[in-house]
């Protein structure tokens, strides 16, 4: 089996044998875990438990132990004594239910992946900053139902935040030289509650848009809906939560920065439950919705069903778009075996997650006919304002200047509510 080089940030500051003048020796290695320093023959190393997927809990007072044999070849690697709740390692020859190749495969799967991310929390972050800035700058965009949309593209803007600055440190952070939040353990515990509360509040918020638009069909006259209910639907619902899981977090025995909370019944009962359940509330609201709505345009076609319909057909889209990428981090990680299904559920799953950003400012900005018109005219106008020949010699001729000529004049009216 070919050994693999450790990479630098991973080696230990000082060497633990002198093997220069030795000819047989176990070299350096890297296991994906642990960096293996070279090691005379017949001997025994022991290094402190790093943080293993395959353990739900790390004593990381244990020592995990390797051979080096007289022919200067490797032993296996025992990680048994690295899980405080007894999990045992049957056979040695295999990882976490992995062969170390299927291992090795998986990590470089997982490298690329992440280069993925970064490139999809950074076209996310940008594009809600951008829809962000429009629905902020043009008077005819602020409405009722864009200020819910901007408090959900705020959520996700503080979300996308906070990931890009926790991926950054882990592509530089190693368990044997943390960097940056990682050298601050309660610093590293506030980003990683930070990013669960931004998270279920982007949740809270998407089941704000369901409630807004049931009562939009369900009144007959319409009232300004109240902002103080929805605040605390959209940022105070989640708050109870978080801090539930932080109070069971710091109650049982898990060390440093939680590693591997995800796998932990706190996180199932305290984060991941809540965000499901507006998931469901929300499918049960949109499956009224569209009842309703059906309903309504086979009665009449009014200028408010019309409005309506435009805002659910964003929603309808966004809402199974949410629920896959949050419902597919509940299937296991593939353990080794098929590599194009390790392939596609690593990139799969990082990319839902990462570019959720970016499809909301699509669906909900971007694409949006009005937020178009609305721009449109903006460049319009100050094209006009660079060249006054083109503005006063200009003739309207076609049905989009006539309507963006007469938008001029009705300043918000499609965003009435």
Known sequence: MELMECPPEERLSEPMFDVG????????????????????????VRLGCPPIAMFHNVDSSARVVRNCSGDGTWGKFVYDACSASQDTVTDLSVFGGQSIEDMMFTQKVIQGARILQIVGLTTSFIAVVVALYIFHSFRSLRCHRTRIHQHLFLAFLIRLTLDLISTAHRFKNSIANPVGIYKVIPLCKFMELSREYARLCTFAWMFVEGVYLTSLLSTAVFRKPNFLIYYLIGWGSAVPFTLAFYVAMQKTHYEGCWPFSTDSGFYIAFIEAPRNFFLVLNLFLLLNIVRVLVTKLRESQTSETKQVRKAVKATIVLVPLLGIANLVWILNPPNGGNMIYVVLYYYGVLFLDAY???????????LNVDVRATVKRKWQS????????????????TTTDVRLSSMENNDGEWCER
Do not use: K, M
């Open 21 to 44: 003048g030795l000819t047989t020796y176990c070299p350096e290695t890297w296991d994906y875990t642990s960096c293996w320093p070279a090691t005379p023959p017949d001997t025994s």
């Open 382 to 397: 100050w094209q006009n304002a660079r060249n006054p020949y083109r503005a006063h010699g200009s003739v309207v001729t």
């Open 356 to 366: 959720q950003g970016f499809f909301l400012a699509l669906l909900y900005c971007f």
